[in-house]
T-cell receptor
Framework: ETGVTQTPRHLVMGMTNKKSLKCEQH?????MYWYKQSAKKPLELMFV???????ENNSVPSRFSPECPNSSHLFLHLHTLQPEDSALYLC??????????????FGPGTRLTVL | GQNIDQPTEMTATEGAIVQINCTYQ??????LFWYQQHAGEAPTFLSY??LDGLEEKGRFSSFLSRSKGYSYLLLKELQMKDSASYLC??????????WGAGTKLIIKP
């Protein structure tokens, strides 16, 4: 059983569409993450929020826009995507203890296809 | 640069033992994680090693040698449900996780 949920599980969108991915964690954590997972490639960290503040933005194109209204919810707003953005988008959360190792717990991901 | 290497794919037989290796070169070291990911599902945490040696957890064990930049995950008494990808990740000096590309493990009857 996962304490991190993501919706939708699958999404197909055109390059001119605007859509949002949602993540919710029920673990009482303070840090939340967005990752991109492409086939046979390492997980790519996109954004990190700690106590609702964005602490990491790994040179992600502006067509991806994160939002963290509170410690339990995280969104990824998508607009004008490219076909190469097709991937599995994973959300994760952790305790958020700064300066110490922190185990991340993942949601099942949203499989995104951009046509 | 930072780098994590692990084999792309391995095949093993049900009931047997398999060892999945991971080598790393990172800026600092604050521990190594192993995750299991079944197709279409969330990665799930398996183990965390920060000191040298072997940590055993049921059928799964994880080993770390910091001086060699090396870890392995050992799976015993393999079951069909162990077919999955196994992800190695190292936490660097900034407490950021650096991920390997994962090892797809195929279990045959």
């Amino acid at each position: 059983e996962t304490g991190v949920t993501q919706t939708p599980r699958h999404l197909v969108m055109g390059m001119t569409n605007k859509k949002s991915l949602k993540c919710e964690q029920h673990l009482g954590h303070n840090a939340m993450y967005w990752y991109k997972q492409s086939a046979k490639k390492p997980l790519e960290l996109m954004f990190v929020y700690n106590f609702k503040e964005q602490t990491e933005n790994n040179s992600v194109p502006s067509r991806f826009s994160p939002e963290c209204p509170n410690s339990s919810h995280l969104f990824l707003h998508l607009h004008t995507l490219q076909p190469e953005d097709s991937a599995l988008y994973l959300c994760a959360s952790s305790q958020g203890t700064s300066g110490s190792p922190d185990t991340q717990y993942f949601g099942p991901g949203t499989r995104l296809t951009v046509l | 640069g930072q780098n994590i290497d692990q084999p792309t794919e391995m095949t093993a037989t049900e009931g047997a033992i398999v060892q999945i290796n991971c080598t790393y070169q990172t800026s600092g070291f604050n521990g190594l994680f192993w995750y299991q990911q079944h197709a279409g599902e969330a990665p799930t945490f398996l183990s965390y090693n920060v000191l040298d040696g072997l940590e055993e957890k049921g059928r799964f064990s994880s080993f770390l040698s910091r001086s060699k930049g090396y870890s392995y995950l050992l799976l015993k008494e393999l079951q069909m449900k162990d077919s999955a990808s196994y992800l190695c990740a190292v936490m660097d000096s900034n407490y950021q996780l650096i991920w390997g590309a994962g090892t797809k493990l195929i279990i045959k009857p």
